[in-house]
């Protein structure tokens, strides 16, 4: 099983939000953005909506 994040329960670090505030606003998806950060897309959609993000659903 290849896709295991091992940064399980790591803080964000404030690049990480930087990254995540530029690709939300990009409009990219919850996998992608997820994948690009190295983080798990549960993690990142609660991190998103911490933040008052709102990231596109793929269609």
């Known amino acids: ?6 940064r ?3 803080p964000w670090t404030q690049d990480e939000i930087q990254k995540l505030h530029t690709l939300a ?3 990219m998806a ?3 953005i997820a994948k690009a950060l190295t983080r798990s897309e ?3 959609k609660d991190r998103a909506k911490l933040d ?3 990231i596109a659903k793929l269609r």
């Open 30 to 32: 919850l996998k992608a």
């Open 25 to 27: 606003k990009k409009g």
């Open 52 to 54: 008052g993000l709102s």
């Open 42 to 44: 549960e993690s990142t």
């Open 1 to 6: 099983m290849s896709d295991r994040f091992e």
């Open 8 to 10: 399980h329960r790591q």
